[in-house]
């Protein structure tokens, strides 16, 4: 556990007593300066000073480990704090009681079996200057009745919700009671831990379901009226109270409008969270907007990803705080530093919840303090985050990582080598940012004109046109490292070995797969389409053999020329290898524009008739054979490695061109590497077909370690 740092512990909170001296993991210290900016102002809540106006706001970042913030959970949340922010809300939805049921791994308030995790998590966030909260809840009809101890779900009304898909008992009076107490119980936890705060979950939890006539049916003195409806959170709250007293925050994450789908108006919102205010049941609330009982609920409202507008709710939280007149806290794709200082400085909300940003960049809060905010790696809203293998980012392969790797890459304790990468897309950019980064002579080829590889073809059609920020980043990232790029060059392999390299990366990407047992030479590639190579008329078909983003791009784009599209999936759903989020953005814009898909059916064989093209089908499930008549047929099955360089190279290579997994998985230095040659590595789609994480990650894992 890392000793205090130049801090210490007055009743206005932490403070930052001194420069703050280098940490183990080499992070730079910003400048220090007194700032303007708004973002950079403290914020005091009670007794409570909170450092700046950025935190991190509740989530599951799946580090848990049996329901306990273990060492990887608190080494992710420290790496925040060490970069700069002010507060860390951790834990969402962190259970309070046994029929809350672990379903998306959230943490387990319970039980006293967590404060010991808490106290070693708070004593070390403290020691980085950052103020420490948990969200505590319980899940109500939002929990899994064959979970966990597969107990039923309960609410105050038996209503089901559309996305968990459970049927609640109908809460009485003792359940009422034992909830009651059961967050008491956990707030108490939280205080013995020596956390600074707490907020409850109003929306679509538990308090929230009480909250809501659209869930809560009830006749009885917790049903009907708006004050009825609110008599549990009140009881809720009050017992908290109780139990942690008046100077441990209390804040709440409340529903400022339930939107289009929702049956609580933003003027009833605010009435309910004037009446919590009178009570004194909060110092703070949390703001969100919408729904989140479907899938599209929490996708569009209550997690917006790439797609939507930056910060799309800011007005309406806004307005809230205006009438509610206790501090607001919000997070909804506030993506970068501008969105949330206008945020700030416009006084609509008092502390701007950069979560996915920080994801992207932990140490956004350093590079803005000094003077660095064209160095924060941006969040794209790609949503790779919210995969079942969060917290991971698309294009920060550390995050989620911090045992193994590092934020701040370390230059080499030994001497400067020679690297040479071969191939400049995603996985190429990211091996010369690593290599340039520990110090050493970096020289990257790229074929073509440009770099990004299969990001510029992806970053095309009607959403997906911030996915470029990953290159563009990674563009300036080299040009400040002074990389040498060399565009338009193509590489054979003695053109290679006459650079004299140490080491040489051979990130060529691949070529598109077209396996099939008849035609393959018929058809077009979603490459061809997405780059513009060909010219698309009449009938369409699009054949999905991976379930990402390629096929649907090119019917969107086949789509959008005015052409009939038949679109066609080996899987059960549209964009199954994706995200939740992405399969609804694509949903959606399938139906915008007329395409309807159909499943579960593998291309056999295109043959040419009556001067068209005729694809044969069978159904994976009924074994029927179909055949649709078209004048294009795109198929989209991934890419097969291009590699001839690679193999032609291996003879001459240290290692035999041969990648140790154990070391590239704990990002140590490669073993057994012979005296002559030098060391070669082939990552990202030069190896298999993957998504744009994969090959940033192999990237990282091998020349971290150079």
């Given at each position: 556990?890392?000793?205090?740092?130049?801090?210490?512990?007055?009743?206005?909170?932490?403070?930052?007593?001194?420069?703050?001296?280098?940490?183990?993991?080499?992070?730079?210290?910003?400048?220090?300066?007194?700032?303007?900016?708004?973002?950079?102002?403290?914020?005091?809540?009670?007794?409570?000073?909170?450092?700046?106006?950025?935190?991190?706001?509740?989530?599951?970042?799946?580090?848990?480990?049996?329901?306990?913030?273990?060492?990887?959970?608190?080494?992710?949340?420290?790496?925040?704090?060490?970069?700069?922010?002010?507060?860390?809300?951790?834990?969402?939805?962190?259970?309070?009681?046994?029929?809350?049921?672990?379903?998306?791994?959230?943490?387990?308030?319970?039980?006293?079996?967590?404060?010991?995790?808490?106290?070693?998590?708070?004593?070390?966030?403290?020691?980085?200057?950052?103020?420490?909260?948990?969200?505590?809840?319980?899940?109500?009809?939002?929990?899994?009745?064959?979970?966990?101890?597969?107990?039923?779900?309960?609410?105050?009304?038996?209503?089901?919700?559309?996305?968990?898909?459970?049927?609640?008992?109908?809460?009485?009076?003792?359940?009422?009671?034992?909830?009651?107490?059961?967050?008491?119980?956990?707030?108490?936890?939280?205080?013995?831990?020596?956390?600074?705060?707490?907020?409850?979950?109003?929306?679509?939890?538990?308090?929230?379901?009480?909250?809501?006539?659209?869930?809560?049916?009830?006749?009885?003195?917790?049903?009907?009226?708006?004050?009825?409806?609110?008599?549990?959170?009140?009881?809720?709250?009050?017992?908290?109270?109780?139990?942690?007293?008046?100077?441990?925050?209390?804040?709440?994450?409340?529903?400022?409008?339930?939107?289009?789908?929702?049956?609580?108006s933003f003027e009833e919102c605010i009435k309910a969270a004037l009446i919590l205010k009178d009570a004194g049941a909060v110092d703070f609330f949390n703001a969100i907007y919408g729904t989140m009982d479907t899938t599209r609920a929490l996708a569009e409202e209550n997690m917006p990803g790439m797609g939507s507008p930056l910060a799309p709710w800011v007005r309406p939280v806004g307005a809230f705080r205006q009438e509610v007149g206790l501090p607001v806290f919000h997070a909804a794709r506030i993506a970068d530093a501008a969105s949330a200082r206008y945020a700030v400085s416009e006084g609509m909300l008092d502390m701007a919840g950069m979560t996915r940003a920080q994801i992207a960049d932990p140490h956004l809060v350093n590079k803005l303090a000094s003077g660095r905010e064209a160095e924060i790696r941006p969040c794209v809203g790609a949503t790779h985050c919210q995969s079942p293998y969060r917290p991971s980012c698309l294009h920060n392969v550390a995050t989620g990582r911090e045992m193994t790797l590092r934020h701040t890459i370390r230059r080499t304790d030994g001497p400067a080598r020679k690297v040479v990468i071969v191939g400049g897309g995603p996985a190429g950019l990211e091996a010369a940012r690593v290599s340039a980064e520990r110090g050493h002579q970096v020289l990257l080829y790229e074929a073509g004109s440009e770099l990004g590889g299969q990001i510029r073809v992806g970053a095309t059609g009607s959403w997906r046109r911030d996915l470029i920020g990953i290159v563009e980043w990674r563009e300036a990232e080299l040009a400040r490292l002074g990389v040498a790029v060399h565009t338009n060059s193509y590489m054979e392999g003695e053109d290679i070995v006459a650079l004299e390299p140490d080491v040489v990366v051979m990130a060529t990407g691949g070529l598109p797969l077209m396996d099939l047992s008849e035609g393959g030479d018929l058809c077009l590639n979603s490459w061809d389409v997405l780059t513009g190579q060909v010219r698309l008329q009449g009938d369409v078909l699009v054949y999905d053999g991976t379930g990402r983003h390629p096929g649907p791009l090119a019917a969107e784009l086949a789509r959008e020329a005015g052409l009939d599209v038949a679109f066609v999936s080996i899987d059960a759903q549209l964009s199954e290898e994706l995200t939740y989020a992405e399969r609804l953005r694509w949903k959606k814009r399938f139906l915008q524009l007329g395409v309807r898909p159909v499943f579960e059916s593998r291309l056999l064989s295109v043959q040419r008739h009556d001067n068209r093209l005729l694809a044969r089908f069978v159904n994976e499930i009924s074994r029927e054979l179909t055949e649709i008549s078209v004048d294009h047929v795109i198929v989209e099955q991934g890419s097969i490695p291009m590699d001839d360089v690679y193999f032609s190279l291996r003879g001459r290579a240290s290692n035999d061109g041969v990648s140790d997994l154990q070391a590239m998985v704990h990002a140590t230095r490669q073993p057994g590497l012979r005296a002559e040659g030098f060391e070669l590595h082939r990552i990202g789609d030069a190896v298999s077909s993957r998504n744009i994480h994969a090959a940033m990650l192999d990237a990282m894992r091998i020349c971290v370690a150079l």
């Open positions: 556990m890392p000793a205090a740092r130049g801090r210490i512990r007055s009743r206005e909170g932490w403070c930052l007593a001194e420069i703050r001296q280098e940490t183990e993991m080499n992070t730079p210290q910003p400048t220090t300066i007194i700032s303007k900016d708004p973002l950079l102002q403290p914020l005091r809540i009670k007794g409570l000073t909170l450092r700046n106006r950025i935190m991190s706001t509740s989530h599951a970042c799946g580090l848990e480990v049996g329901g306990m913030p273990d060492e990887a959970y608190q080494r992710y949340h420290e790496e925040k704090a060490r970069g700069g922010l002010a507060l860390s809300m951790f834990g969402g939805s962190s259970n309070v009681d046994i029929d809350s049921p672990n379903i998306f791994r959230q943490l387990n308030v319970g039980t006293d079996a967590i404060i010991p995790h808490f106290q070693r998590f708070s004593e070390r966030m403290h020691a980085e200057g950052a103020a420490l909260m948990c969200q505590i809840s319980h899940l109500g009809r939002r929990g899994d009745p064959y979970a966990g101890d597969r107990l039923t779900t309960i609410g105050p009304s038996p209503v089901r919700e559309t996305l968990h898909r459970s049927i609640p008992k109908e809460m009485d009076e003792h359940d009422i009671d034992r909830v009651v107490n059961a967050y008491a119980l956990a707030a108490r936890r939280c205080k013995e831990g020596g956390l600074d705060g707490i907020e409850t979950l109003a929306g679509g939890h538990l308090i929230g379901q009480f909250l809501s006539p659209a869930t809560n049916r009830r006749t009885d003195r917790f049903g009907g009226s708006l004050e009825n409806r609110l008599r549990f959170a009140l009881m809720v709250h009050e017992a908290i109270r109780r139990a942690v007293g008046d100077d441990f925050l209390v804040g709440m994450r409340f529903v400022v409008d339930e939107g289009p789908d929702g049956a609580m």
